[in-house]
């Protein structure tokens, strides 16, 4: 015989605390059920680790505690280098027992540096040779890496090749590139920021001879440092700029230019050519400065002036002793340099203890060895859909592991490829007012895929361009239809390389996909480039996929970490060159290409396996399915009865997951249900609610934090605004429907303060009667949205007669879908939301039938595809056999009807009340309410327990 009652356990899961109740619920009579427990744990999270999450903000959670233990693991690392340094330099007789390796006596604060100078080219003690080792073990320079470099960082400049050309032959940057140009080249390399600027200050000092009254020093300040708009913008006013007409092609536009800033060092310009010089110019220094700039700009005057790093700072010791040499970075491979030099220097004069082999193992083994980046393979998560768990021995200790194979890097062609036909499969063009659907055929989809594969992503409009459909009688469900990030970026590099090549009129992304990739092709072969880096199939065998050139070409700059030259790129250059035929001129644009380390949630394996059935047309969830795969992780109903449940669940490991946040809550949820089940035994289901927070994705959190910060701005000005308006200037409460109503009324401006329905006018005075309702556009009897977007203002007799129906279906029913009445409405409301006054939600509910309402509005709310929400169920299904998530919205009208909502303020009545913290108003009916001073039941966590009661007899 069936068990009657069942025990059910409700969790209210939050951002900062998990609400909990454990219920005796009576299936047949629900009046004997019962209450056993409930209670809230709060979550340990930082306020700001809170605020991140619910904005949608990356999460950094202990940054400030890893930078520290970075520093702590360098210095500890720096130590013990020089504790090895010293003593081997005593094991080779260089230093004693009694050697002083710091400044000592009088007048010494400069010694080293000084002594550091000298032993480049001169004798000096072994006892001073020991201290300038230890000072260059101390700072090592810089190495560059291309997985750590940040953006702000800039490039690394590694053109000494041509520096030494304008230092020798007296040349500008300007004058180098404009003979490049009239021979015939158009490649442009990158010159050092110290050139850049020395260009543009001989170009203004002459100018300034002949404009004197506004090449002004205060000018020159202003304009210094600024990016090529910036410059633009600050010289216009000044130099009276009316923007002249260029003509030519951009090629010829170009060497018009490099004209212009040759004979700007000796001639008279006119002021809008002269702001096109200089605006070039900061634009290219823009590109080249910042941290490494810098850096490279020491580097260039260390080999120009043939000196090393300690005669670079000695040099400005001497000048002035107050110089300040911190924060002076050079590169790794300076160091370098100079130990070599001093140490070939001063084995000259010590050859018997300065050997080869000691000066390789200091060199290499102690002071310059530096470990390579630890593999973070192991964090990589694995395959949801190729992972099984298998019994692993730990210690002694058989545990279960996830096993299989990893995931993708997002950057993958083949991932790109995957996430383009899940999105193509999933549009959806739809007339807003017949509501007819435009079939995507195979082709259409093709047509489509090649346009968002090699350009990177679309508009709505530009997708319906291509289908030759008109924007205004038709839609779609995505405002961007997201590419191949990974061919975008790649595109970038091809159109530096057609520039280079002298055929900049041709425009990549002017083009269509069918013609820029012959011509592509084309181009490369007639370059000696590998043509075939621009294709990538995936219909090919599965061992084959990965040895095309395209995704050898993605690999090698994906991986590619970086080599001991100063910029880091010479091995890659060396790569580029050898497997895909792309000379240096050409590879720079490749160079500054660095893909994100991000990860996917399928391994390459299942992403070949469900792919062929998403070019066939079938939507995500039945191309796994007909791959094999069970994504949904559901069960049949014998499967269910049949699977073996665990005792308890077991916390996540660290690091687990991909987002540390999600990982504290849900573990944190782990801890809740198994302190519940020692107290009182496995329940028999779980009824669950994540907080609205919890079920978003990032960037809908950021949209919803927009979203609201907007909206109470709003709502502040129309308080304000009401305020001053009667019954509320005379002490009568304002209320969050009287805002509503206001809002309500300021949209249907456009239709004359008009309504939708009866096309009734609706005078100010009138608005806060009860002659007026706040309409619910699709009925809460049909669907339970309480949205901005669900409500319209209507007179409170038409609402009566409306009814449980949708606006269009009342339309329809009272007037008939012939009446001069429904076009007009439907009119009123096309010329609204084109005019943006109302939202496509609003816009759609207004022309809904019932029959349209989605059956499955309450599953769809859930949105059980967010990632914490499958992983919540996806943990407690191996606990109970029953896990049922349920919706805010459903728990709200719960509440509602259940007479919950203002328990929590009578629970706090007392406290607030001897605070003076409580206050009575008075409604527009003339009744006093008791209020508490800026109340919100989160002042009490207590609310999570209430809800978790609520969501526990929620069936």
């Known amino acids: 015989m069936e068990n009657k009652t069942k025990t059910v356990l409700g969790l209210d899961l939050g951002t900062n605390s998990i609400g909990w109740a454990l219920v005796k619920e009576d299936i047949e009579n629900n009046s004997n059920s019962n209450i056993i427990d409930c209670g809230v744990r709060v979550i340990p999270l930082t306020s700001e680790e809170i605020d991140n999450f619910e904005k949608g903000k990356s999460i950094t959670t202990n940054k400030d505690r890893t930078q520290k233990r970075h520093a702590r693991r360098n210095l500890h690392r720096f130590k013990l280098r020089r504790k090895v340094l010293i003593e081997t330099l005593k094991k080779a007789g260089i230093i004693d027992e009694q050697a002083v390796l710091t400044e000592d006596g009088k007048g010494t604060t400069h010694e080293l540096i000084r002594i550091r100078a000298q032993a480049a080219d001169q004798q000096i003690k072994l006892d001073e040779f020991a201290r300038v080792l230890l000072a260059i073990n101390k700072k090592r320079g810089y190495k560059s890496s291309r997985k750590t470099k940040s953006a702000e960082e800039g490039e690394a400049i590694d053109s000494m090749d041509i520096a030494k050309i304008l230092y020798e032959k007296n040349l500008t940057p300007g004058e180098y590139v404009l003979n490049l140009l009239e021979k015939g080249k158009n490649f442009i390399p990158d010159f050092y920021p110290s050139d850049l600027q020395e260009e543009f200050n001989r170009i203004w000092e002459k100018q300034k001879e002949y404009y004197p009254e506004i090449l002004t020093d205060e000018l020159k300040k202003e304009v210094i440092n600024k990016s090529g708009r910036q410059t633009w913008t600050i010289l216009k006013k000044p130099f009276n700029i009316v923007g002249i007409k260029r003509t030519g092609k951009k090629h010829e536009q170009r060497l018009e230019n490099y004209q212009w800033r040759v004979e700007a060092l000796k001639n008279k310009l006119d002021l809008e050519q002269l702001a096109i010089v200089l605006q070039e110019i900061n634009t290219q220094l823009n590109r080249t400065s910042g941290y490494l700039g810098e850096i490279s700009d020491r580097s260039k005057q260390l080999y120009l002036n043939k000196i090393t790093v300690g005669q670079y700072l000695y040099n400005q010791i001497k000048e002035n002793p107050h110089n300040r040499l911190k924060n002076q970075v050079f590169y790794r491979q300076d160091y370098l340099d100079e130990f070599n030099k001093i140490w070939d220097t001063q084995s000259k004069f010590y050859p018997d203890i300065l050997s080869p082999e000691l000066k390789k193992e200091i060199r290499d083994i102690i002071i310059f060895y530096q470990r390579p980046l630890k593999s973070q393979k192991g964090l990589i998560s694995i395959c949801e859909l190729e992972g099984r768990e298998a019994e692993i021995k730990v210690d002694g200790k058989t545990k279960k592991k996830v096993i299989g194979p990893r995931v993708i890097p997002k950057s993958s062609p083949l991932f790109q490829e995957f996430k383009i036909w899940q999105r193509l499969n999933d549009i959806i063009v739809k007339n807003p007012v017949t509501k007819e659907e435009y079939y995507l055929s195979e082709e259409h989809k093709n047509i489509i895929f090649e346009e968002v594969n090699l350009k990177g992503k679309i508009s709505d409009k530009e997708l319906l361009k291509l289908l030759g459909l008109k924007s205004k009688d038709w839609e779609v469900n995505f405002k961007t239809i997201e590419g191949n990030s990974t061919n975008a970026e790649l595109l970038k590099a091809y159109q530096e390389i057609i520039n280079t090549a002298g055929y900049d009129n041709q425009e990549l992304k002017k083009m269509d996909a069918g013609k820029a990739v012959p011509f ?9 480039i590998n043509k075939h880096i621009v294709k990538f199939s995936t219909d090919l065998p599965d061992n084959e996929i990965e040895k095309q050139p395209h995704y050898q070409l993605w690999h090698l700059l994906y991986s590619y970490e970086g080599d001991n030259s100063k910029s880091g790129n010479e091995s890659l250059y060396k790569h580029l060159k050898e497997k895909f035929g792309i000379e240096k001129e050409y590879a720079q644009p490749f160079i500054k290409i660095n893909f994100k380390s991000d990860y996917g949630n399928l391994s390459a394996k299942a992403i070949k396996k469900i792919l ?62 198994n302190a519940i089940i020692d107290e009182y035994g496995k329940p028999d289901e779980i009824r669950i609610e994540l907080a609205r927070e919890l ?40 209320t969050r ?19 939708l329905y009866s096309n009734q006018y609706i005078p100010l005075e009138k608005l806060f009667s009860k002659e007026i309702d706040v309409e619910h556009i699709i009925p809460k009897a049909l669907l339970y949205d309480d949205s901005f977007s669900n409500k319209t203002l209507e007179y409170r007799n038409v609402n009566l007669e409306k009814g449980d129906r949708t606006a269009y279906d009342y339309m329809i029913d009272k007037y008939g879908e012939n009446s001069e009445e429904f076009k007009r409405y439907i009119t009123v409301i096309e010329e609204l939301y084109k005019d943006g006054k109302i939202s496509k939600g609003k816009f759609n509910k207004l022309l809904m039938k019932q029959s349209e309402i989605p059956d499955d509005f309450i599953e769809r709310d859930l949105r059980n595809t967010q990632y914490i929400a499958k992983k919540a169920k996806e943990l407690l299904l191996k606990l109970v056999r029953t896990v049922v998530p349920t919706s805010g919205t459903v728990t709200d009208k719960l509440r509602q009807d259940w007479g919950l909502v203002d328990i929590m303020k009578e629970l706090n009545w007392d406290k607030y009340n001897q605070l003076g913290l409580t206050d009575y108003e008075e409604t527009k009916d003339g009744k006093r309410i008791k209020i508490i001073k800026d109340w919100s039941k989160r002042n009490d966590q207590r609310h999570h327990a209430m809800d978790a009661i609520t969501i526990a007899f929620t069936t």
């Open 737 to 755: 429907n009287d805002i509503i109503k206001y809002k309500l009324w300021k949209e249907l401006e456009p239709n004359k303060y008009h309504t």
């Open 612 to 673: 062929p059935h998403l070019k066939d047309g079938k939507d995500y969830s039945e191309a796994a399915q007909l791959a094999g795969y069970n994504h949904s992780h559901s069960f049949t109903k014998k499967e269910n009865l049949e699977r073996e449940l665990v005792d308890k669940l077991e916390i996540l490991p660290k690091n687990s997951l991909r987002n540390p946040v999600v990982e504290k809550i849900l573990n944190q949820m782990i801890n809740v249900v």
């Open 520 to 528: 592509l092709e084309e181009l490369f072969e007639s370059l000696g």
């Open 695 to 734: 079920k978003k994705s990032a960037k809908e959190r950021q949209k919803t934090t927009e979203y609201i910060t907007k909206s109470t701005k709003e709502h502040e000005q129309i308080k304000k605004i009401l305020e001053k308006m009667p019954p509320f200037n005379q002490g009568v409460r304002i």
